[in-house]
């Protein structure tokens, strides 16, 4: 696909400017117009007005259309309900990694999604990471962990370079320290195919530093915290599906 082929819609002018000159797609401020000349429909909002947009549009799409939906806990049936006749919906759930190409997408069917929705899905988001098909059952568990997950990454690196500094290292040096082993470790989990339990014994040798560093951990129960806090994301979820805010 090329640029010229993209429509993108968006409420301000300066930024329909903006997208047509940087990226070369045609940009509009109309949403319905934008829906009507599209095969593909992607829908990039905010969960608590994604059903009252669409809804409001409703009359635009239409059966020979496969929408994709990127919006955390608004399933494929609460947006079906909001679209006239049985337009294809696909619910994916990305993370920010797909800024650099290297994302995890999950996809979902919708009721009159066909595999060839799903496959079209696929394809587009294969340009930007790694993607796997799911029920919509475990979207909200997908969500919580990987959809979510950059965030305790990032929480994890930030604290990690805090504590070099706090060891007299400088931020910069500290920084670069911390993100290559998140780097490397990550790339050694991938390629080894090794269990984590396996590589971190690796690391752990009897009486050394590293078990010395585990035990407070586990004395300050971060694996708890990880298990209770990648639950409450889960349940937000489910609240999000529900209506909530």
């Known amino acids: 696909m090329e640029p010229h082929q993209v429509i993108c819609t ?3 002018e300066h930024r329909r400017e903006e997208l047509e000159r ?8 109309d949403n319905r117009a934008a829906i009507e000349a599209a095969d593909v429909v992607l829908i990039a909002l905010k969960p608590q007005v994604l059903l009252h947009v669409v809804g409001e549009l409703g009359d635009a799409f239409n059966p ?15 947006i079906q309900d909001a679209i006239p006749g049985e337009v294809p919906v696909v619910r994916v759930m990305t993370n920010t990694p797909v800024q650099v190409d290297a994302a995890m997408s999950v996809v979902s069917a919708g ?21 796997i098909r799911m029920g919509e059952e475990h979207l909200n568990a997908v969500t919580a962990l990987s959809g979510s ?15 070099g500094i706090l060891l007299g290292l400088p931020r910069d040096v500290s920084t670069e320290l911390i993100v290559q082993t998140m780097v490397g470790s990550a790339k050694m989990l991938r390629e080894s195919g090794t269990h984590p339990v396996q590589l971190r014994e690796m690391v752990t040798s009897p009486g050394g530093t ?17 298990l209770d806090a990648i639950e409450a994301a889960k349940l937000r979820g489910e609240e999000l599906a529900a209506g909530g805010r």
């Open 210 to 226: 590293t078990i010395s560093a585990i035990r407070e951990l586990e004395s300050a129960r971060v694996r708890a915290a990880f």
């Open 149 to 163: 997950g950059p965030a305790y990454f990032f929480l994890l690196a930030e604290a990690m370079i805090d504590a």
């Open 22 to 29: 940087e990226h070369g797609v045609k940009a509009t401020l």
């Open 111 to 131: 009721t009159h999604a066909k595999d060839a929705d799903l496959e079209l899905a696929e394809a587009i988001l294969s340009h930007v990471g790694s993607v």
């Open 64 to 78: 020979d259309q496969t929408v994709i939906s990127v919006a955390a806990g608004t399933t494929t049936a609460a």
């Open 10 to 12: 968006t409420r301000l």
